[in-house]
């Protein structure tokens, strides 16, 4: 079943732009990650925050959560034309086996020099 | 640098085929994952296996079974290829304890 839904399911910005993207859940989490993926390719791992934890930074990602309203959103400061991707939330339930990631259905993003 | 290796990245095959993809890793992990990604659907999970010869169901199971023989190495198969199986089949590693995966290229696959 799906966990995470992500928001906008498209997104269009000028190059040096920051570009934000939300991500909403159900059920309570342990952690949830942020992965990219270029057209056509397998997803890479961008970052990872636990329930505990409210903000994160990796370069020009900042993320963010927040529990009581289950939600995070992605960050990307200074947009490139090479960040252009489809970014996905992905979410393990609390209390479930450390297997099952649930990925939300992805927001295309597209960076337009 | 860490690799997940998928056999083909593209691939044709007729209705009521057999239908092997091939996923290998090179980082020794336990954990491995079938998921296909269909447009508006986003990622599901198929089949996952924790270690050689385990299994478990993911999501949408039906249809597709797996084997994992060797730790390294994790097949998906398609027993009788239908068109409503067309779609990309992403393969994911990762080690036990750990969250993050690590994905392969992704093989699109059609069933005409």
Known sequence: ?113 | DVKVTQSSRYLVKRTGEKVFLECVQDMDHENMFWYRQDPGLGLRLIYFSYDVKMKEKGDIPEGYSVSREKKERFSLILESASTNQTSMYLCASKRSGEEKLFFGSGTQLSVL
């Open chain 1, 1 to 113: 079943s799906q966990q995470g839904e992500e928001d906008p399911q498209a997104l269009s910005i000028q190059e040096g732009e920051n570009a934000t993207m939300n991500c909403s859940y159900k059920t309570s989490i342990n952690n949830l990650q942020w992965y990219r993926q270029n057209s056509g390719r397998g997803l890479v791992h961008l970052i990872l925050i636990r329930s505990n934890e409210r903000e994160k930074h990796s370069g020009r990602l900042r993320v963010t959560l927040d529990t009581s309203k289950k939600s995070s959103s992605l960050l990307i400061t200074a947009s490139r034309a090479a960040d252009t991707a489809s970014y996905f939330c992905a979410t393990i339930h609390s209390g479930a086996g450390s297997y099952q990631l649930t990925f939300g259905k992805g927001t295309k993003l597209s960076v337009i020099p």
